[in-house]
């Protein structure tokens, strides 16, 4: 299975991105799909998570109200949409997928069995 991150850049404090991450070689539909970050000097953290079906999702306290995950099976991908940005947003954002995690262990990262190669979003202030 193979996930390729993609939509990071610079952008200043308040703008948006939307980053995208598209699955191959592997059941997309059935998998639960979770964004992490990841700062310099820091521990890579939870971002978003969203069930295989799309209809349950979850977000860490930090990005609540400002991100949005979502995805498109018939694609095989999944997005990040990401307002409000602000300058503690910068880091490094990879995907990750899961074949079998149970709704309370969606942050942790050694719930999921595949990841992306990350992408840069940089947010100036």
């Known amino acids: 299975v193979q996930l390729q991150a993609s939509g990071g850049g610079l952008v200043q404090a308040g703008g948006s991105l939307r980053l995208s991450c598209e699955t191959s070689?592997?059941?997309?539909?059935?998998?639960?799909m979770g964004w992490f970050r990841q700062a310099p000097g820091k521990e890579r953290e939870f971002v978003a998570a969203?069930?295989?079906?799309?209809?349950?999702?979850a977000y860490s306290d930090s990005v609540k109200g400002r991100f949005t995950i979502s995805r498109d099976n018939a694609k095989n991908t999944v997005y990040l949409q990401m307002n409000s940005l602000e300058p503690e947003d910068t880091a490094i954002y990879y995907c990750?997928?899961?074949?079998?995690?149970?709704?309370?262990?969606?942050?942790?990262?050694?719930?999921?069995?595949?990841w992306g190669q990350g992408t840069q979003v940089t947010v100036s202030s």
């Open positions: 990750a997928a899961s074949r079998t995690v149970i709704t309370s262990m969606l942050s942790q990262r050694n719930s999921y069995d595949y």
């Open positions: 070689g592997g059941t997309f539909r059935t998998y639960t």
């Open positions: 969203i069930k295989w079906s799309g209809s349950s999702t």
